[in-house]
Nanobody, 122 residues
């Protein structure tokens, strides 16, 4: 499985961006795709995750502002980000894993994209 992110950019506080993760290769029904981010000097954290059949999971800091979704054949997974804040500034990565018990735990993901930068200015 190969993953490629796009859609990052620079916005002002309160703005919106939609990140896209293109998924190449077979991804089965027991898979999970997640979005993670890493800010300079900080550890990478899970932002949102979605299993093939399941309810999306979000980190508390983005609930109500971010939405993860996938297209029907799971070739793309999106992260809609609204009401962006300077603390959302980070490199954003999508990742795929199988039989992931906790979608926000990066330890269970085996395939990663290269990342896309999101910068939110005040």
């Amino acid at each position: 499985v190969q993953l490629a992110e796009s859609g990052g950019g620079s916005v002002q506080t309160g703005g919106s961006l939609t990140l896209s993760c293109a998924v190449s290769g077979s991804i089965g029904s027991d898979s999970c795709v997640g979005w993670f981010r890493q800010a300079p000097g900080k550890e990478r954290e899970g932002v949102a995750g979605i299993k093939y059949h399941g309810t999306p999971t979000y980190v508390d800091s983005v609930k109500g502002r971010f939405t993860i979704s996938q297209d029907g054949d799971r070739n793309r997974v999106y992260l809609q980000m609204n009401s962006l804040k300077p603390e959302d500034t980070a490199m954003y990565y999508c990742a795929a894993g199988y039989r992931v018990p906790e979608p926000l735990d990066q330890r269970h993901y085996t395939s990663w994209g290269q990342g896309t930068q999101v910068t939110v200015s005040s």
